[in-house]
């Protein structure tokens, strides 16, 4: 049995499209059970739902107390069937990423266990259950690619550096990712499949005093295979000679290892690369380039796009390596 996070999230969608059945739209998941197939559910509120078969006489301790997740009893009815179900739901859609990490280890024990399967569920479920308690800060899907691509060019460094840990400077609060003398680097990571337009956070983003210069990393990443941002991290570990200071930054980051389970869950593979350097003509924001008193008069944050393809129509494409670019100014 292999589902991962994408596949569970495509059959909720699909679910959702579904006429309602006691107040469900349900689709299965590819696992069964001797009592039946297990569903991903929708409810009439929008909360998603893992639906694993039970007997109809068989007791289930239900887990109403969660702040992020449920277990309750629940029947589903048509014309041909009515059916007894453990229904792990989710509450809090701020934890959805999770939920869906949970469900795949949900369905991949019972379908290692399908005679089991209650058995199962509760495995899993108390296992994550420190996860699922509401008070952890996770990274999202769009902040965990972020900081793999940030991560993939620090390796690049020190694939020729072993102390270019120093050289991750985001983390602390610098404007750019990166920066070593006067040299900096800013990259921007994508899982979307089409477009390369970028999001801009600030007007000194991409701005670089002169005789700086600055390159702007753009990765497009697929989502459904690859390495994890915690292999990643491992690699890194082996490479640098200042782990400490590595493990603070992703401190900073938001990154905590006790989470790995969740994080393990994630998988990217680096499907496009561009690089551009920001010079006079590329389009951005920057404080010079403010009317009058503006940035005075409390304008701000600022947050912007940027369509690479027309930076690109211009010239501002380049092969310089972001890694040996930084190097140089060592």
């Known amino acids: 049995m292999t589902l991962d996070g994408g596949q569970l999230d495509l059959i909720w969608t699909t679910a959702a499209g ?5 107040a469900f739209r349900t689709a299965p998941i590819g696992v069964d059970t001797p009592h039946g197939a297990v ?4 409810d009439a509120l929008g ?5 694993v078969p039970i007997a109809s006489k068989h007791s289930l301790q239900e887990m109403v107390d969660g702040d992020a997740v449920v277990l309750r009893r629940r029947a589903l009815e048509d014309e041909q069937s009515y059916r007894q179900y453990a229904s792990l739901e989710l509450v809090d859609d701020r934890l959805t990423d999770l939920f869906t990490a949970l469900c795949v280890e949900v369905a991949e024990r019972v379908a290692a266990t399908p005679d089991r399967a209650v058995a199962a569920l509760r495995d899993a479920l108390k296992d994550w259950r420190a996860l699922l308690a509401g008070n952890r800060q996770l990274l999202s899907s769009s902040a965990l690619a972020g900081l793999y691509g940030e991560l993939d060019t620090l390796r690049s460094l020190l694939l020729h550096d072993p102390g270019a840990v120093g050289f991750w400077t985001g983390p602390a609060g610098s404007a750019q990712d990166f920066q070593c003398g006067r040299h900096s680097v800013e990259v921007k990571t994508t899982t979307a499949p089409e477009g390369r337009t970028i999001r801009v956070h600030g007007a000194d983003q991409l701005d670089v005093s002169p005789p700086g210069r600055l390159l702007l990393r753009w990765i497009r990443l697929r989502a459904d295979k690859g390495t994890t941002v915690p ?5 890194i570990a082996a490479r640098t000679d200042d782990a400490v200071r590595f493990q603070a930054l992703l401190r900073q980051v938001g990154y905590d290892d006790a989470d790995r389970a969740f994080y393990d869950r994630k998988r990217f593979d680096l499907l496009e690369e561009q ?7 590329f389009p951005r924001i920057t404080p010079a380039g403010l009317i009058g008193d503006a940035v ?5 944050p600022v947050e912007y796009g940027v369509d690479l ?3 690109a129509a211009e ?5 310089i390596d972001p890694a040996h670019f930084l190097l140089e100014e060592v």
Request: aromatic share 2%; proline share 5%; glycine share 16%.
């Open 18 to 22: 579904r006429p309602i059945v006691s």
């Open 39 to 42: 569903h991903a559910g929708v």
């Open 47 to 51: 909360h998603r739902h893992l639906l």
């Open 231 to 235: 292999e990643l991290i491992a690699d």
């Open 275 to 281: 690089t551009y350097e920001v010079v006079p003509g």
């Open 296 to 300: 005075l008069g409390g304008v701000g």
């Open 309 to 311: 393809d027309a930076a």
């Open 315 to 319: 010239g501002h494409r380049t092969d």
